[in-house]
C-alpha cells in the first residue's frame, strides 16, 4: 500500500531485533494508522491516513458529515498532536517548568492521542455491511451471554452518552483475558492494556450535522455501517497472549 | 506456578481457536494477572495475585504500607470490581434502567478495572534492583532522545501528580508504534491500545504511610526498586505488531 | 411573571427566616430557573423554564438549533436529574448499596444539574444586542487590564474546547474575589463559589447544526446575541460580599 | 482582624459601588480567605491563610498531619496557583499560543483555584465539638427528610471516595434553591453557582498518615471536630437570593 511504503516507523531504531519488531506487516489488511515517521516521543509528526471507504456510499451517515469528521476533528486532533510534541520538547529542556505546567500539556496530549487513535480506529470499522461472522458472533455470545446481549450493552452505552461526548469501545482486555464493552467519556477516558475491537464515536460531531439531537438514528445507522471483518481481523490479533 | 493452574480463562469458550489464543503462556515470568475465572463479561469474578516481591525487603518502601497497598486498595478494588458485574447485569436486563444510569455503573466498573489492571502491574514491576539492561536502555534512548530525557519525563509527571492521584506509565502505543510517557490523572484516565511496561502509582496511598507529602523521595525510592526484566520483557512482547 | 408565581421553593421549610430567605426576589429581571417545587434533596422535581427569547429573531442561530437545544439537551437533563432523585432516595435506604455504586449515581447527579444550571444561565444571557454597557466594561477591565483581553481569552478558551465539549464562564469567585474566565471540560467541571456571570456552552449540540465544526463562527455570533444587562446584573448581586 | 486588614481587594477598582460591594466585611466571623491583593486575573497572588484553630488540640486528627496538610498540600496550591497567574498572562499575549495549549494552563489554574478554596473551606470548618445546633438540624432535616439521612448520605458518598480523591460537600444550590450534597471527584469537579456549606476533604492526604487506608475512622474523626457555627453562618449568607 502506497500509504505505507512512505511511512517509516522508528528509523533511528538502533537494534534490529526492535526494528523488526515494530516493522508494519504486510499482511494487515486495514488502512495504516497514523504513522510515527522517525522524531520519536518528542518528535515523531503524523499524517492523516485517508478515510478507508467511499465517503459518498455510507448508509445514513452523509458525506458532508463524514468529510467534516476526518477533516476537522480527526486532522485537527492530528496537527495538534504534531504541534505539542515541539512544545513538551521546549518545555522538559527549560528547567524552570514546574511539573504542573508541564502536566497541563501532557493532559492535551493524551487528549489529541486518544483523538487520532480513536478516530483512526473507528473510521476504520465502517465502510462494511452490518453483518458479523458466526464465528466472531459465537466468540461474542461466549463472553456476553448472547450477542444480543452484547449489542443491547453496547448501544444503551452508547445512548447515554448522547448529547455529550465520548465513545463506545467493545475491547479485549488483555489483562483480564475478558471481552467487554467499555464507556469513555472522552478521548482519554480509557481502559488499560485492551485490544479495541470496534469503536464507535459518541461525540456530536459524529451526528449532529445528519441527525441534530438524535442518537439513537445515528446509533442505528452505525450498526448498518460496520465493517465487522475488520473487527474480527482485530480480535484474532488482540489475543495473542501479551502478557503485561 | 500453582495460582494458575487454578484459574481458567473463558473456560466456556466454543472454538477451540479461540480458547487457545487465550490460554496462559506458561513461559510467562511474571505473577499472573487477576485472572478472570469462567463467567465473561457480567460474570468474571477475579482473585488477588499475590505480591510478587518480599514485601519486607524492598528499599525505603515499608512492609506496612506495601501491604496495606496491596490489601486495601488493590483488594478493594478487586472486590468492588467483582460486585459490580452482578449490578451491571441486573440493571441491563431492567428495561427501565436508563442509559445514563446504566453508565453510572459503567464509569464505576472502568475506573475499578483501571486499578486492578494497573496495581497488577506496578506490585510485578517492582522488587529488582533498579538497573535497566543495555538493550532496554538503548531502546528507550532511541525513542526519548536520551536514556536521560526519558527519566526527566517521567519523574516529572510524577511529582506533578504528587498530592493528587494519578499514574505516570511509560507505553508502547501499538497504533502509532512509539514509546511514551504517559499522564494518567486516575484509574480511568488511559491512552487508548498502549502496551504498559513501567507503572508507577502516584495516589497518595502509595506513599503517604512512609513519605508524608514528599512525593519526590518516593519517586526516588520507586526507582531503586524498579524490576527492569519485567519491563523489558512487556516491551518484547507488546511490540507485537498487532494492528488495531 | 406568571411562571414564578406558580412555584415554590422549599415548602416545606419549618422556620420563616428560612422560608423567607429563599423566596423568590420579584425583583429578579431575567427568567426564572428551573425551580425546585416542595420535595427537598431527594424528592425535588424541576420544570424547564422556557427560552426568554423569540428564539426566531437571534443573529446567527437558528431557531431549529435552540429549540432543538433547549428541548432534547436542556429538557433531557431536567428529565434525567427528576428520575434520578428517586433513584438515590431508593439507593439511599438500601442498606446493600455499596458506597461505589450510590456514588456512580451521584456522579450522573451533578453531570445533570450542571447541565440544568448552565443552560439555564446560558440562555438567559442570550437574546440582547451585544453591547456591554460602560460601567460594566469598566469593571471587566479593571480585573483583567482590558475589555479586549477578557474577550481575548474568553474566545481563546472556547475555541479550544471547539470539537469536543465544555463551557466557558466568566465568574466572580466569591472566596478570592475576583472576576475570572474559566474553562470548564463538561457539565461537572466548575470552580468553587463562583457567581457564574456570562455562560458560553462549547458542546457541540450548540452550533453543529448551523456551523458544523466551525466554533469560531459560532464564538462570533453568540458574542452579538449577549445580553449584557443579565450579566451586569449578575454581577451586581452575585458580589455581595457572602463569606463562604 | 489584623490579617484582614492587610488585605486590599481589586485596589484598582474604579467604581466606587463595585468596591464597596466586595469590601471584606467586617462582621464574618471565620478566618479570611486568600485573599487576591491587586492584580486581577492576571496578577492576583494569594497568601495562605493561617489554621483558624489549635493544631494540637482536635480529636483524632493529628499536629503533624494537619501542618503538612497545611503546608504542603494548601500551601503548595496557593504557590502553583500564583506562579499561573504569569503563565499565563504570558502565554494569551504571545499571538503564537494554540488555543489547546492555553487551556492545558487553564485547566491547572482550575485544579489549583478549586484545592486551594475548597482547604479554605475545609479548615474553616473543623474546630469545633461536632454538635450542630437545633435551627441548622431542622433545616436540614427539612431538606433530606431526615437530619440521619443527610447524614448518611453525607457519609457514603466519602466512604466511595476513600482509597482516591475528591471532596463532599453539602452546599445551597443557588440556582434550585436547594440543600444538596456533592460528591466531587477532584479540585475541579464541581457544581456550578453553588454556596458550599460544609467540606470534607477525601484526598489521602487528609488522613493517610493518621488512619492509613482507613477512611471511614477518618470520617468519624472529622464528624467530632465539626465548627457548626461556621456552617450555620455560611447558610445565612448563602441564601441571600441572588439570582443567577
Redesign the interface.
Known sequence: MESKSRRT??Q????AA?AA?????SS?A?PA????VAG???G?Q?TPVPLPFDSRKLNGLSE?LLQ?HWE??YG?AVK?LN??RG??SQA?SDAN??????????????????S???H??YFANLGGSGGAGA?LR??IA????TFD??E??FR??????????GWV?LGF?R??????????????????????LLVMDM???AF??DY??AAAKYIDAFFTNIQWDTVA??L?????????
Chains 1, 2, 3, 4 share one sequence.
Open positions: 516507523f522508528f533511528a531504531a538502533t537494534t526492535f519488531a515494530i516493522a508494519p506487516r494487515a486495514e494508522p497514523a504513522g510515527a520519536g516521543a518528542f515523531a503524523l458532508k467534516s476537522n476533528n485537527g495538534a504541534a505539542l512544545r513538551l522538559l517548568t514546574p511539573p504542573y505546567v508541564y502536566n497541563g500539556l501532557k493532559r492535551e496530549q493524551l487528549m489529541r492521542t486518544g487520532v487513535v480513536l483512526d480506529l464465528d459465537t466468540k461466549t463472553s456476553f451471554g446481549a452484547w443491547a450493552e444503551k452505552i452508547g445512548l447515554g452518552l448522547g448529547g455529550g461526548s469501545v482486555n489483562k483480564l483475558r475478558l471481552l467487554e464493552n467499555y464507556w469513555m467519556a472522552d478521548h482519554a477516558t480509557a481502559p488499560v492494556d485492551v485490544a479495541p461525540y456530536e460531531h449532529a450535522m441534530g439531537a481481523q482485530r484474532e490479533q488482540g489475543v495473542v497472549p501479551v502478557r503485561g
